[in-house]
């Protein structure tokens, strides 16, 4: 006699199958209307499943909401701290940029779901505390490069805070428009972090070596002659970014020196302005004295003139 076996579609699922399945569904959920939008009701309705299964597995909808959170907080910073794994600032800071944008581009419901306040219930707090937790990855690669560059190490806590700051809330942005594309995006990101306002790039683009990178090429694995090719434009590239980080070097220590004589200038005039007023001061003085003695030589003859003496010419009047 010939067995018939269940369908698959209709096979009862293990315990953990249905947890994974709980999982998805709930993070396709919360995505769509968050946590105070989603009940247990409308999870278990759609995992075709009764309420008291979800209880099972979470404890309730809580539960299940602080695994979906921690496993797109795991996966985002994961992504970010492998991509914090390269030798040169400027690569670690277009790998980290390309990250973020790639989670978001293949885990969008995800981002959605870390972008929105997360439950108290939770335990896995907010947006905010991922962007710190990322934030003091970035603290000590800033600590390194300010070193370099004869800044204060103290303040990369601060700037490990805008720079990813920045990058968060353009991903954010990024996250509904999606143009231009991911690659062009990171480029605009390092560009404006990496050159600042006063030295943009008009066509900014990814170094060779972050466009080679495993988790940015293609599936197909380049030549022998496409990597020394890459290799060269790596090395070129690591050249220039040294000779524009020697050059802001140069061009700091000129600025430092024009300061200097600013400031050497403005104290000469600044003396040369106390010695002007101290000799109006003194000049003022002695016309005062001047007109004191006048006044008292005036005030003498009035009293003499008063006592009825007869006033002749002297040396006082020849003074006058």
């Known amino acids: 006699m010939e067995t018939v076996t269940e369908p698959r579609s209709r096979r009862r699922m293990t315990g953990r199958e249905r947890r994974e399945q ?4 709930s993070r396709t959920l ?15 309705a759609t995992a075709q499943v009764s309420k008291p299964v979800v209880y099972e597995h979470f404890g ?19 992504m970010i701290t492998g991509a914090l794994s390269a030798s040169h600032s400027l690569i670690k800071l277009e790998r980290a940029a390309l990250a973020l944008l790639q989670y978001i581009e293949e ?8 972008v929105r306040d997360s439950h108290a219930a939770s335990g896995t707090g907010t947006f905010a505390s991922l962007i710190s937790e990322i934030a003091s990855q970035v603290e000590d690669v800033l600590a390194d490069e300010f070193s370099a560059r004869g800044y204060d ?8 805070q805008m720079l990813v700051g920045m990058v968060a809330l353009t991903g954010q942005w990024w996250l509904d428009v999606r143009k231009p594309g991911r690659e062009e995006v990171a480029a605009h990101l390092v560009n404006l972090a990496w050159n600042g306002l006063t030295g943009l790039n008009p066509q900014p683009a990814i170094t060779v070596t972050t466009r080679a990178h495993p988790s940015v090429a293609k599936a197909s694995r380049p030549s022998d002659r496409e990597l020394r090719e890459l290799e060269k434009a790596r090395e070129k590239e690591l050249k220039e970014a040294e000779k524009a980080r020697q050059k802001e070097l140069r061009e700091a220590e000129k600025a430092r020196v024009r300061e200097l004589k ?7 005039e600044a ?50």
Not at 61 to 78: H, I, N, P, T
Not at 108 to 114: A, T
Not at 153 to 160: C, D, G, N, V
């Open 60 to 78: 309730g909808k809580e539960g299940v909401y602080a695994v979906v959170v921690d496993r797109e907080m795991q996966k985002l910073l994961s």
């Open 107 to 114: 885990s969008s419901e995800g981002f959605r779901i870390l």
């Open 271 to 320: 003396e040369k302005e106390r010695e002007r007023l101290l000799k109006e001061a003194e000049k003022a003085r002695e016309r005062e004295e001047k007109l004191r003695q006048r006044e008292a030589r005036l005030a003498e003859r009035a009293a003499r003139l008063g006592q009825g003496e007869e006033i002749r010419p002297n040396s006082l009047d020849q003074a006058e």
């Open 22 to 25: 709980l999982i998805r569904i």
């Open 30 to 44: 919360f995505a769509e209307k968050g946590f105070d939008g989603t009940s247990i009701e409308e999870i278990a």
């Open 262 to 268: 600013e400031r050497e200038r403005l104290l000469k």
């Open 153 to 160: 190490p103290k303040l990369a806590p601060m700037y490990a």
